[in-house]
């Protein structure tokens, strides 16, 4: 894969989190949770956008961005607006880190070690493998709730 797929892919999914995120036509449920599902659309929108700003804009941009995780799970009743110009600053981001990156530079090695080591393609994909999976339980909930 080439910087510019990762950037098309990472931006298409962000657009999938903004369609989903407007589908909701009560913002309240944003943020309902019940039985076995622990984390609300809201949080977990949250939690998809702390990733991406901590893992490209952070670590491969170093554009200072400071996470606070435990806020992505902990936070609650912010507004939908909020959320989607969140999603919009987030895919800003992308933007910006994956279209200054070239091919070598996904060779290299991942600034930090979560898996072991691996190369920044492979974080990548790992990190828009994390982000799908959550995108579809933010999917089935809205429809579920």
């Not at 200072?64 to 919009?88: M, P």
């Amino acid at each position: 894969m080439t910087p510019i797929d990762f950037k098309d892919f990472y931006l298409r999914e962000l657009d999938n989190l903004h369609k989903d995120i407007s589908a909701f036509t009560d913002e309240n449920k944003l943020w309902v949770i019940s039985g076995e599902i622990k984390n609300s659309p809201g949080n977990l929108c949250l939690h998809l956008l702390g990733n991406v700003n901590h893992f490209i804009g952070a670590m491969i941009g170093k554009n200072g961005y400071v996470r606070k995780r435990d806020e992505e799970f902990s936070i609650k009743n912010i507004s939908q607006a909020k959320l989607l110009a969140d999603i919009t600053d987030t895919k800003a981001v992308v933007e910006n880190v994956l279209s200054s990156l070239d091919a070598a530079e996904l060779q290299k090695d991942f600034p930090v070690e979560i898996i072991g080591k691996r190369s920044v393609e492979y974080m990548l994909a790992f990190f828009l493998a994390h982000f799908t999976y959550h995108l579809g339980q933010i999917n089935y909930s809205r429809r579920l709730i």
